[in-house]
């Protein structure tokens, strides 16, 4: 390494041979130098063009499986070394708490969206989307949705306060659509983004041109983007909108921005009870987790109008008793400085804003904090970017519409206090903010949540209702998970870099495909009805994974169904239901000509007229799925079942894979009477016979 920060470019490390004025980067606590950042002389023409070609040719060979298997060990290589990360995370003032939520937050995105990959993906390259659609009368023209990876690459423009968990929760879902990561981390935090780089380099994991690092200005990037490329930022919502004007047409620009995000105490959660105790210590713990520097802290406190100053109080004693501002090194300390000087100068000035704007300090004030080093000597703090806690109320004039609450973010360790007196004006208080990532609730009344939930969905993406339930269950108010969407509407910009397949979806296309039921069938990877059928030779299930195909099928013999055999079922299994039971109100029902089977013994009947029941490459029947019944069976009618190898999904870590068979049962007047889905775990090979199998009697 140089002195001045690498990046990894074409799967090599890159850094300028000198730059006399590259960006000094500093200890958060104690000014020392930690990096220096440039990238004087970088050809990101020829990085975007190497993620386009090999990055992309890389991912696709893979399917969503050996993708997903490749985030886990991602996800151990980083687990294995996330105590280098630990310790260099301190240098950017965070906690061991801090450093939890980034590192290990960012591994467990990781790990999550292996999980979902391989749970919810099947194991191909083109995911459908929705049902067919019959297009014509004699279903020979169908047509479906279906997503493909973008053919571009995935550039992320990362803040200061996520080194790694920014980065990971967007490059997750991209690499398991198969689309190429470009990462330009913040420069104050940028030495965090290539340690977690380095890792994976260095465990050798990573396909040729799938992840590339730029640590540092990305002069002329936008220039070099276009149709199939996407574009994904975190920081101000000035900064976005700027950033936006620059995209070109076809690039898909989206950002999750500052936002002025509430926590609303419900009129039920009074002094003494657990909603209100829970309350308070959420708004500590926003104001002091990463020094309050994340998108999702709580900048406004919403409460019943005459409880400010119980609740301000509540805080207070809460920060006094539990919060040690100093060195993240030092012993006891639990908050950390801000990033930098510059973001301390920057916070220290929104609050002087906020106070002009009626704003009263009630908790703590904007002098220097004294701290505790490294040493654990507390005293003044002569270098470092600290601010202690703060809070200001707010009088019902000054939080009105249009006031500086409702748009001034200080990002750091400030919220404001605002009562209320009535749930619609605390939505409307809410609703004020333009548009925020998450709001909370504190409250165990459900008509309470029921109401703020009408009254503030629309402007928020994430809603969490905090009660004694699940408060110690809960994530909190400033923590987003992988399976639920993180972003919101309006000022908080409308990304969505999280939220399980929704975030994959973000990477890929979708086409609508029209064609015939073969074609549809060979470019989906899905039977279809109406595609070809082998339903000749070989039984299905004597078939491993490796030797079954699309179309095989079984087609069963007919069976009758009596009245004895329906009153057994009903007996046998305690369904007496009167439609199978009593004729005359059977036949009342406007859905039945009178006592018809139960839609269970069908189905029941219908495993034995296609079930093969010698050992064989079926394992195990772990489901069904979408069962419909569409007519009655009367006594004397004749079932008959037709099953299809419907869709086959290897799993890329067993010897056994799952098979989605299409089940048709009809009567004898070929009349649909059921049709559902039976999923199957099979093995991909036969076993080899044994020793003593192979020797003649």
């Not at 900064?239 to 926590?263: K, M």
């Not at 708004?283 to 109008?305: F, M, N, S």
């Not at 919060?323 to 301390?344: C, H, K, N, Y």
């Not at 109401?451 to 108010?477: P, Q, V």
Request: proline share 6%.
């Amino acid at each position: 390494m140089t002195d001045i920060l690498p990046s990894y470019l074409r799967d090599a490390w890159w850094a300028p041979a000198r730059d006399d004025a590259a960006a000094i980067v500093r200890d958060a606590s104690t000014g020392a130098e930690v990096s220096r950042v440039s990238t004087t002389g970088i050809d990101l023409a020829a990085a975007v063009a190497h993620a386009r070609t090999v990055g992309q040719r890389s991912l696709g060979a893979l399917t969503f499986h050996q993708r997903a298997v490749l985030l886990k060990q991602f996800a151990a290589a980083l687990t294995a070394r996330k105590d280098e990360l630990y310790a260099l995370s301190a240098s950017a003032g965070a906690t061991a708490r801090d450093s939890a939520i980034d590192v290990d937050g960012g591994i467990g995105v990781l790990f999550t969206y292996s999980s979902k990959g391989r749970r919810e993906l099947p194991n191909a390259q083109v995911l459908v989307d929705g049902p067919a659609e019959n297009l014509s009368k004699d279903g020979s023209f169908l047509g479906r949705h279906v997503f493909t990876r973008l053919p571009g690459v995935a550039v992320q423009i990362n803040a200061f306060n996520f080194p790694m968990w920014g980065a990971l929760e967007k490059f997750a879902p991209a690499f398991l659509a198969g689309m190429p990561t470009l990462v330009k981390p913040a420069t104050p935090t940028a030495y965090i983004a290539e340690a977690w780089m380095r890792i994976l380099v260095d465990a050798g994991l990573l396909p040729a041109g799938t992840l590339q690092l730029v640590s540092g200005p990305v002069p002329g990037l936008f220039d070099v983007l276009g149709l199939g490329d996407t574009i994904s930022f975190t920081g101000s919502a000035a900064t976005a909108e700027g950033l936006r004007a620059q995209a070109r047409p076809g690039v898909r620009f989206t950002s999750e921005t500052d936002s002025i995000n509430a926590s609303v105490l419900g009129p039920d959660a009074v002094p003494g009870t657990p909603e209100f105790d829970a309350f308070v210590r959420q708004l500590v713990t926003e104001l002091t987790a990463k020094a309050g520097q994340k998108c999702t802290a709580i900048r406004r406190a919403i409460v019943p109008a005459g409880l400010e100053s119980d609740v301000a109080a509540a805080v207070s004693a809460t920060i006094a008793e539990r919060v040690v501002v100093g060195d993240p090194r030092g012993p006891g300390v639990t908050m950390g400085p801000l990033v930098s000087q510059e973001q301390r100068d920057d916070v220290l000035r929104q609050v002087a804003a906020l106070k002009r704007a009626g704003g009263r300090l009630v908790v703590g004030d904007t002098d220097a904090p004294e701290v505790v080093d490294a040493e654990g000597r507390r005293g003044p703090a002569a270098a470092g970017a600290f601010v202690a806690p703060i809070v200001l109320a707010f009088d019902a004039a000054d939080a009105a519409a249009g006031a500086a609450v409702h748009d001034i973010e200080a990002f750091g360790p400030v919220a404001s206090l605002l009562g209320y007196r009535n749930l619609d004006e605390a939505a409307d208080l809410v609703g004020l903010g333009g548009g925020s990532l998450v709001t909370s609730v504190a409250t165990h009344d459900p008509q309470v949540a029921a109401a703020l939930l009408g009254g503030i969905g629309a402007y928020n993406g994430r809603i969490l209702f905090l009660d004694r339930d699940d408060a110690r269950t809960s994530t909190g108010h400033g923590s987003p998970v992988p399976h639920l969407v993180h972003g919101g509407p309006g000022r908080a910009g409308g990304g969505e870099e999280l939220g399980g397949m929704r975030a994959v979806r973000h990477y890929m296309q979708r086409t609508a495909v029209q064609g015939s039921p073969r074609m549809l069938t060979a470019v989906t990877g899905i039977w279809h009805t109406g595609a070809d059928v082998d339903a000749g030779g070989i039984h299905p299930f004597r078939k491993p994974l490796t030797h079954l195909r699309l179309g095989d099928r079984v087609e069963s013999g007919e069976r009758e169904v009596t009245l004895a055999d329906i009153e057994t079922f009903a007996h046998f299994t305690g369904d007496t239901f009167y439609a199978h039971m009593d004729e005359d109100a059977a036949a009342a029902n406007p859905f039945f000509p009178g006592r018809v089977a139960h839609g269970y013994l069908l189905v029941s009947w219908a495993a034995g007229l296609f079930v093969d029941p010698d050992p064989g490459p079926v394992l195990a029947n772990y489901g069904l799925e979408n069962l419909r019944f569409v007519t009655p069976v009367s006594p004397g009618d004749r079932i008959r079942v037709a099953l299809t190898a419907k869709q086959i999904t290897p799993r890329e870590t067993d010897d056994y894979g799952e098979v989605r068979w299409d089940a048709v049962i009809r009567n004898q007047r070929d009349e649909l009477v059921a049709e559902y889905d039976v999923l199957t775990l099979v093995a991909k090979e036969t076993a080899p016979p044994e020793a003593d199998e192979l020797v003649a009697p």
